[in-house]
């Protein structure tokens, strides 16, 4: 069984920054792609950033470009996402998911396994 356990959210003014956190929690069999979406109040989830473990192999949608970056620690077994410049718009429930695909995608329907989410809030 496994678990995807995200933290790091909070509140945060525009400009600042947070880092998230997904611990795996469990065992996946062999590399997976690790991904971050988030979802605003009324809008549908979309991908954010997604990086492949087997090699590092980033994709980053094109609102996060230049601002969040996506890192994987395999000896921890953690995903981060760097979110620097934030802006009103990226306040949202952040999540953390696990795809058994061999590259970085963002796909969501891809993706196995999801965390519960963590509540980013910009002001």
């Known amino acids: 069984h496994v678990q995807l356990v995200e933290s790091g959210g909070g509140s945060v003014q525009a400009g600042g920054s947070l880092r998230l956190s997904c611990a795996t929690i469990?065992?996946?069999?062999?590399?997976?792609?690790m991904g971050w979406f988030r979802q605003a109040p009324g809008k549908e989830r979309e991908g954010v950033a997604a990086v492949y473990t087997g090699t590092s192999l980033r994709m980053t949608a094109h609102f996060a470009e230049g601002r969040f970056t996506i890192s994987q620690d395999n000896s921890k077994k953690t995903t981060y996402l760097q979110m620097n410049s934030l802006e009103l718009e990226d306040s949202g429930v952040y999540y953390c998911?696990?795809?058994?695909?061999?590259?970085?995608?963002?796909?969501?329907?891809?993706?196995?396994?999801w965390g519960q989410g963590t509540q980013v809030t910009v002001s």
């Open positions: 469990g065992n996946l069999d062999s590399n997976w792609c």
């Open positions: 998911a696990a795809s058994p695909a061999q590259w970085a995608e963002l796909n969501q329907r891809s993706y196995t396994y």
